[in-house]
């Protein structure tokens, strides 16, 4: 008679490895902890999916870290439907000297954000219900972070807006991210863009590649208020 089998769980291969505490620095303590939320309460909440649950590490959180060396130190670091909290919660353990401002128009995941940055004791974060473009005006950004938010011609309307010159828009994107970059050109250019970078970011060997584009916000340009007179 066949013994009945249970289907043994997927584990996450880089759950326990010891480069991640090497790579994260001091801000380990709050990104394993981090994870160890998402672990635990994100399939609950419908932050993640189950599927994702063995893959945390690698796609999502070593995923968002792969951002912050194209972010300022210091200043206002907004992340754009922060969602989860990735990149944004990773971005605040990584870069405390900045502002972080985790931007979110779902009430549920607010909730859950302010829990997170309640719990892992992150004083340099604000949790604001809202769209970016509620926003415009309100604001003013050293960089903005999206992570599967929406194609890039709509994060330059959205996240442009939100940066004054010289401000940086730091978007994860996959493997499409040249012809977005193509598409949204002309919507770029009418809101001041300037140099665009599609980069890949690497953390750890072993982890997949991070596709990344960075676009400098070169100038802010107002609307042409029409003159009597002007053709």
């Given at each position: 008679?066949?013994?009945?089998?249970?289907?043994?769980?997927?584990?996450?291969?880089?759950?326990?490895?010891?480069?991640?505490?090497?790579?994260?620095?001091?801000?380990?303590?709050?990104?394993?902890?981090?994870?160890?939320?998402?672990?635990d309460e994100g399939v609950l909440r419908g932050l993640v999916g189950p599927r994702e649950v063995p893959?945390?590490?690698?796609?999502?959180?070593?995923?968002?870290?792969?951002?912050?060396?194209?972010?300022?130190?210091?200043?206002?670091?907004?992340?754009?439907?922060?969602?989860?909290?990735?990149?944004?919660?990773?971005?605040?353990?990584?870069?405390?000297?900045?502002?972080?401002?985790?931007?979110?128009?779902?009430?549920?995941?607010?909730?859950?954000?302010?829990?997170?940055?309640?719990?892992?004791?992150?004083?340099?974060?604000?949790?604001?219900?809202?769209?970016?473009?509620?926003?415009?005006g309100a604001w003013e950004a050293s960089a903005v972070t999206a992570r599967a938010v929406a194609p890039?011609?709509?994060?330059?309307?959205?996240?442009?807006?939100?940066?004054?010159?010289?401000?940086?828009?730091?978007?994860l994107k996959g493997a499409r991210a040249q012809e977005e970059v193509a598409a949204a050109a002309r919507?770029?250019?009418?809101?001041?863009?300037?140099?665009?970078?599609?980069?890949?970011?690497?953390?750890?060997?072993?982890?997949?590649?991070?596709?990344?584009?960075?676009?400098?916000?070169?100038?802010?340009?107002?609307?042409?208020?029409?003159?009597?007179?002007?053709?």
């Amino acid at each position: 008679m066949a013994e009945d089998r249970q289907p043994t769980a997927e584990v996450d291969p880089w759950v326990g490895d010891a480069r991640l505490p090497e790579f994260f620095g001091s801000a380990w303590p709050a990104i394993s902890q981090f994870h160890d939320l998402l672990r635990d309460e994100g399939v609950l909440r419908g932050l993640v999916g189950p599927r994702e649950v063995p893959r945390l590490w690698e796609r999502h959180l070593l995923n968002s870290a792969a951002v912050v060396p194209f972010l300022p130190e210091h200043g206002r670091i907004v992340d754009m439907g922060s969602g989860a909290g990735l990149p944004g919660v990773v971005v605040a353990a990584m870069r405390p000297e900045a502002e972080v401002v985790l931007l979110e128009p779902m009430e549920r995941r607010v909730d859950w954000l302010r829990e997170v940055v309640a719990t892992l004791g992150l004083g340099n974060v604000v949790v604001t219900r809202g769209r970016a473009e509620e926003l415009h005006g309100a604001w003013e950004a050293s960089a903005v972070t999206a992570r599967a938010v929406a194609p890039l011609d709509r994060l330059y309307e959205w996240a442009l807006p939100l940066l004054g010159t010289g401000g940086l828009l730091v978007a994860l994107k996959g493997a499409r991210a040249q012809e977005e970059v193509a598409a949204a050109a002309r919507t770029g250019a009418r809101l001041g863009a300037g140099a665009v970078r599609v980069l890949s970011a690497g953390t750890l060997e072993g982890a997949e590649q991070t596709t990344v584009v960075v676009v400098v916000r070169e100038s802010v340009r107002t609307p042409r208020t029409g003159r009597r007179g002007d053709r």
